[in-house]
């Protein structure tokens, strides 16, 4: 897995809380790039840095307790 401050992020919140998830390497890459190329996508659009990043954070985290 590429580490990356959404694989990091995740990995750390899921540990925090202890959700099962958390050993589930393939969610925590397949949710961190879907989060990366959320920001990605939200900064081309026009998006400052910290409204891309909180809909980066909303992808990664969504359905998530």
């Known amino acids: 897995m590429e580490a990356n401050y959404y694989t990091t992020y995740q990995k750390t919140y899921l540990v925090d809380i202890d959700n099962p998830l958390k050993d589930d390497e393939d969610f925590i890459e397949s949710r961190a790039d879907t989060a990366s ?3 990605e ?3 081309h659009a026009g998006l400052n840095v910290y409204s891309a990043q909180e809909c980066a954070m909303k992808v990664l985290l969504e359905g998530i307790e």
């Open 41 to 43: 996508s939200q900064r």
């Open 37 to 39: 190329e959320e920001y």
